[in-house]
């Protein structure tokens, strides 16, 4: 009778110690399950969507010998403003687009070599191409935080198109022995060797609020018939490069 109930009293032990071993494995489990769980979602940040205004200032850079017989060397200083938009859908990535109303100057070489759009001297000519422009753009930050709202340094990618509506040839002299009319100004308003659509790349560099940028027009301006002789115009510089504000 007495190993009988021996017995039973040592099954019941190990019993009893198999249920606290598993329902001890089934604890850890769960607390392993929710721990992960709780970090993975603390780690999820909903994407960003920014609208904001800005500003940009440039200047027009004639960077090979046929571009400098059109124009000065640097011309400018040309403005602009708009709207940009960006959707931030990663820590280190980005893209966006803007609406940009700007003008571009060209301002005109007065020396032996003129010959655009004649070989006229003026004391002041230039040409002012003025529009809408369209800019799609990709950017990358240098910083991969986990909080997508951080602001850091970043690089922009993208390419625009613009449609010149008001586009102005001006020319202005002194008259010093007039004096009634002390200068005699003329402005030609979207003048026929132009085109008014172009297209090209750009590249941007900085921070959101400020940056640095560089236009490369990619279509020319100069109408195909104005390539050629009589007239054998060169295309006008490609090259802008300027500074932008994000207020």
């Known amino acids: 009778f007495l190993c009988m109930k021996n017995i039973i009293m040592i099954r019941f032990l190990f019993i009893l110690v198999f ?4 329902l001890s494995g089934l604890a850890q489990e769960t607390v392993f399950s929710t721990t992960v769980q709780q970090d993975t979602i603390d780690n999820v940040k909903p994407p960003t969507n920014t609208i904001k205004l800005f500003v940009e200032n440039s200047v027009i850079i004639a960077t090979t010998s046929a571009e400098q017989t059109m124009t000065k060397p640097v011309s400018g200083i040309n403005a602009g403003f708009g709207l940009t938009y960006y959707h931030r859908y990663a820590s280190m990535a980005a893209y966006g687009m803007e609406l940009v109303f700007k003008t571009r100057k060209y301002s005109m070489r007065n020396d032996s070599s003129k010959k655009f759009p004649d070989n006229t001297h003026h004391q002041k ?15 990358f930050y240098f910083t991969g935080k986990k909080n997508k709202n951080a602001h850091g340094p970043l690089i922009d990618i ?7 509506s008001f ?5 202005r002299d002194d008259n010093p022995a007039n004096s009634l009319y002390k200068y005699t ?13 172009d297209a090209g790349g750009l590249v941007r560099i900085g921070w959101e609020q400020i940056s640095i940028f560089a236009n490369y027009r990619l279509t020319d301006l100069i109408k195909p018939v104005y390539r050629q002789a009589p007239y054998a115009f060169n ?5 802008e490069v300027g500074m932008r504000l994000v207020l």
């Open 235 to 239: 295309d006008l510089p490609r090259l």
């Open 167 to 171: 586009n102005v040839y001006y020319t």
């Open 125 to 139: 000519e230039f040409l002012s191409l003025s529009g809408f422009a369209l800019t799609i753009y990709h950017r």
């Open 19 to 22: 249920c606290l071993v598993t």
């Open 185 to 197: 100004s003329i402005s030609k308003y979207n003048p026929k060797y132009v085109y008014p659509l």
């Open 158 to 164: 993208g390419a625009y198109g613009m449609w010149g």
